[in-house]
């Protein structure tokens, strides 16, 4: 089966700096890696995903992701971080089940802060 | 247009009632989810409908039942309402195929049992 780790719970980040999120993932093939955000109170919206093909992979609102199969993982990026992102993002994988109905797997989430 | 909606928003109910929770897509998606999340806001899938046909069933207790009247619509229901079933509820769908198509989630409900 698969999962998720986002091993930071809590990010604080300036208003203006950079931005990395983690992501590890487990899983016994290539996976579908996707991010997600939830602003407070709010449904969740795709940042990003990644099926195949370049391993990097830009997002809406800046934001950026990487897959490196070496590591595992796929992180997520933005140059410079507004007001605003401050939210929580979810990483996620999906199974690759030949089109069957299989759901995401979710990681527990980062929080992240941004401080003026 | 909304393509995921969920109503109510808001649910407020006393232990041991039954509720229910509904969602509808305007996608054409041949699938739908419910997720699960908690006040840690850990995201836990519960169940999966394709061609109302039940794929997914995670260890959920059985007072928690998706019914799907059409292709369009999963509602959740809930008897016996207990204090940990407090959370929030997503609805999601996606539309299957060779890729794994993304899915799109609805705005949530926030259900409170008192």
């Known amino acids: 089966a698969q999962s998720v780790t986002q091993p930071d719970i809590h990010i604080t980040v300036s208003e203006g700096a950079s931005l990395e999120l983690r992501c590890n993932y487990s899983y016994g093939a290539t996976p579908y890696l996707f991010w997600y955000v939830q602003s407070p109170g709010q449904g969740l919206q795709l940042l990003l995903k990644?099926?195949?093909?370049?391993?990097l992979v830009q997002g809406i609102k800046g934001f950026e992701a990487e897959f490196k199969r070496s590591q595992s993982s796929f992180n997520l990026r933005k140059p410079s971080v507004h007001w605003s992102d401050a939210a929580e993002y979810f990483c996620a994988v999906g199974a690759r089940a030949g089109g069957g109905a299989d759901g995401l797997t979710f990681g527990k989430g980062t929080h992240l802060i941004i401080q003026p | 247009d909304t393509a995921v909606s969920q109503t109510p928003k808001y649910l407020v109910t006393q232990m041991g009632n039954d509720k229910s929770i509904k969602c509808e897509q305007n996608?054409?998606?041949?699938?739908m989810y419910w997720y699960k999340q908690d006040s840690k806001k850990f995201l836990k899938i519960m169940f999966s409908y394709n061609n109302k046909e039940l794929i997914i069933n995670e260890t959920v207790p059985n007072r928690f039942s998706p019914k799907s009247p059409d292709k369009a619509h999963l509602n959740l229901h809930i008897n016996s309402l207990e204090l940990g079933d407090s959370a929030v509820y997503f609805c999601?769908?996606?539309?299957?195929?060779?890729?794994?198509?993304?899915?799109?989630f609805g705005p949530g409900t926030r259900l409170t049992v008192l």
């Open positions: 999601a769908s996606r539309q299957t195929g060779m890729n794994y198509n993304e899915q799109f």
């Open positions: 990644y099926f195949s093909g370049d391993t």
């Open positions: 996608l054409g998606h041949d699938t």
